[in-house]
């Protein structure tokens, strides 16, 4: 019965089926010969047809040369990963390493920081106490130079600045006569060597007339104006307008010899030396 089946089986048979629903369907069965397993009566009724087996996976093998491409491709992939990962792994150690070290750096300021606030606390502290010092012997100075004021010009007329003491003496006498009189006394007519002592005598020294004219220190001699001790006024500005004249422009020759008056602005003049003025001696405290 088995060859005769194998004899008449063709490429393809046509299995019917009779469902319960009386519906009928063609099934189309592809198979070999050699794969087709006979039973007997195997259409018979209330007997199960027989299992039918899943058709075979069909392995599909890839030539030796075309699997090369494909594996160099997976390898080149895998390789860049390694680097990829290396790279990252090398960054984060990076990063690690600059955060430890910024870290470090940090705490250092921070410390060297407080050291320089500290020692600016201690250099203010120590400015302090220096300023509150030199306050203070500032104070026994100036006590200890009023005393000396006293003792050396013995009189309250005298009035104080820094290491010299001035007076004023309303008589009148020629410049000459006025510088005699300063030397008698161990003085000498005043010598004005800033604007600081020109401002002292004027406000203390000078009375509040402002007509007042007393001789200082100051005459002319070869065109120059030159102060008692030999220093030549270097300055215009202390003179009164116009400035002194020198020997080929003067009308009176005589006017040699320079006053001061109440004149905050220009409180020098040029007077005749034999002219009857008021005076004032300046005396250093040694």
């Known amino acids: 019965m088995s060859d005769e089946l194998y004899s008449e089986l063709d490429d393809v048979k046509r299995v019917h089926f009779d469902q319960d629903e009386k519906e009928e369907r063609t099934v189309d069965i592809y198979v070999s010969a050699g794969s087709l397993t006979v039973y007997d009566n195997p259409w018979v009724e209330e ?135 300063c030397e008698k006394n161990n003085a000498q007519l005043v010598i004005i060597s800033s604007r600081q002592e020109q401002e002292f005598v004027i406000s203390r020294v000078l009375p509040t007339d402002p007509n007042t004219k007393a001789w200082i220190g100051l005459t002319r001699q070869v065109k120059v104006w030159t102060w008692l001790d030999g220093t030549p006024l270097t300055t215009d500005q202390y003179w009164h307008n116009p400035q002194p004249e020198d020997d080929s422009t003067s009308q009176r020759k005589t006017e040699d010899c320079a006053v001061i008056a109440k004149s905050r602005i220009e409180p020098l003049h040029q007077e005749d030396c034999m002219e009857r003025k008021t005076w004032i001696c300046e005396k250093t405290i040694q």
Do not use: M
Not at 71 to 96: H, N, T
């Open 47 to 181: 007997i199960s047809p027989p299992n039918i087996p899943a058709p075979s996976v069909t392995s599909v093998t890839v030539s030796s040369e075309k699997r090369n491409p494909f594996r160099a491709a997976a390898v080149s992939l895998g390789l860049l990963c390694l680097l990829l990962l290396a790279g990252i792994i090398g960054l984060g150690v990076k990063s690690i390493e600059d955060k430890t070290s910024w870290s470090e750096e940090r705490n250092q300021l921070w410390v060297h920081n407080a050291n320089l606030t500290e020692e600016r606390n201690q250099l203010q502290s120590e400015k302090d106490r220096l300023e509150a010092t030199n306050g203070q012997l500032i104070q026994e100075r100036d006590e200890l130079l009023e005393k000396l004021c006293k003792e050396i010009c013995g009189s309250s007329s005298w009035q104080r600045l820094d290491y010299s003491c001035y007076s004023f003496f309303k008589s009148k006498k020629t410049w000459r006569q006025s510088k005699q009189h």
